[in-house]
């Protein structure tokens, strides 16, 4: 059973920086890409970032780009998200999402239970 | 960056009845659709892939449609479980993999 379990959101102030991690299981992790897709309060999904199987290569939306760093760890199958300088706007449920494929241009076929980054003074 | 539009943003249906979403793509993302189902407090869940091809999970009620820029989500036969929101996103051009925002299904 593929298990996807994130921890490291919490509270921050602006211009703060958090990291979120993501424990995966019940799949070979090295052979899939995976991706951090958030969801402000109220609102719709955004993806947020992505990476190879490999972990050669990493996407971000522009409005993290610059900000956040995302990176992965085969040998523990966890992957990160460093966000540095957040801002409000950061605010949301975080999920880590594994896509269906080695690489990123795919669908995400299993998703986390999420972990809510606050970004407020 | 493609823009993903889903309409109606809210859709009010009774149960037993059938349900048409919609989503557009500002530009062709071939078949590279996906639909996903969240139900409130829960992650989302990937419903259907490719355009048509449902998920592991779902029943037949369950149906995609479209390639291009035009898609549809049918829900044949509504039932109490059903009642969620849904998203469409392309992974055609990436990054971004960009979501539409969402339709919600709720009862009539």
């Known amino acids: 059973e593929v298990q996807l379990l994130e921890s490291g959101g919490g509270l921050v102030q602006p211009g703060g920086s958090l990291r979120l991690s993501c424990a995966a299981s019940g799949f070979t992790f090295s052979s899939y890409a995976m991706s951090w897709v958030r969801q402000a309060p109220g609102k719709g999904l955004e993806w947020v970032s992505g990476i190879s199987g490999s972990g050669g290569d990493t996407y971000y939306a522009d409005s993290v780009k610059g900000r956040f760093t995302i990176s992965r760890d085969n040998s523990k199958n966890t992957q990160y998200l460093q966000m540095n300088s957040l801002r409000a706007e950061d605010t949301a449920v975080y999920y880590c999402a594994k896509i269906s494929s080695t690489s990123c241009y795919r669908p995400v076929d299993y998703w986390g239970q999420g972990t809510q980054v606050t970004v407020s003074s | 960056e493609i823009v993903m539009t889903q309409s109606p943003a809210t859709l009010s249906v009774s149960p037993g009845e059938r349900a048409t979403l919609s989503c557009r793509a500002s530009q062709s993302v071939s078949s590279n659709l996906a639909w996903y189902q969240q139900k409130p407090g829960q992650a989302p869940r990937l419903l259907i892939y490719g355009a048509s091809t449902r998920a592991t999970g779902f029943p037949p009620r369950f149906s995609g449609s479209g390639s291009g820029t035009e898609f549809t989500l049918t829900i044949s036969s509504l039932q109490s479980e059903d009642f969620a929101v849904y998203y469409c996103?392309?992974?055609?051009?990436?990054?971004?993999?960009?979501f539409g925002g969402g339709t919600k299904v709720e009862i009539k």
């Open positions: 996103q392309q992974y055609n051009n990436w990054p971004p993999g960009t």
